[in-house]
């Protein structure tokens, strides 16, 4: 049974850092890749960015770009989202997930069967 528990969502004001958190079980973590998500109320959940089974390779989203990294620790079963320079508009509950099509390359084209229950990043401004 795969489970996906998320933790580090905060208040944080804008220009701030946060770093999430997504620990992992009923899987074999290192042999997945992992994606980040992020969701408003009304809106379609939102593609962060992905980390591939083995960290070798990570992608995020322009609007994201350099302010957020993704990291593993397969050795804890955990994936981090480590979010700096935050923005208001980066308020969101954050999601991980786990990915179905173990790509070799990050990117916006791999599928997750697995979500977590999400942390809330609220930014003020």
């Known amino acids: 049974h795969v489970h996906l528990v998320e933790s580090g969502g905060c208040l944080v004001q804008a220009g701030g850092s946060v770093k999430l958190s997504c620990v992992a079980s009923?899987?074999?973590?290192?042999?997945?890749?992992m994606g980040w998500f992020r969701q408003v109320p009304g809106k379609e959940r939102q593609f962060v960015g992905h980390?591939?089974?083995?960290?070798?390779?990570?992608y995020n989203i322009k609007s994201v770009g350099g302010r957020f990294t993704i990291s593993r620790d397969n050795a804890k079963n955990t994936v981090y989202l480590e979010m700096n320079n935050l923005r208001h508009e980066d308020t969101a509950v954050y999601y991980c997930?786990?990915?179905?099509?173990?790509?070799?390359?990050?990117?916006?084209?791999?599928?997750?069967?697995?979500w977590g229950q999400g942390t809330q990043v609220t930014v003020s401004s």
């Open positions: 009923g899987f074999t973590f290192s042999t997945y890749g």
């Open positions: 997930a786990e990915e179905r099509s173990q790509e070799v390359v990050a990117g916006p084209w791999a599928d997750y069967d697995y």
């Open positions: 980390i591939t089974f083995n960290g070798g390779s990570t």
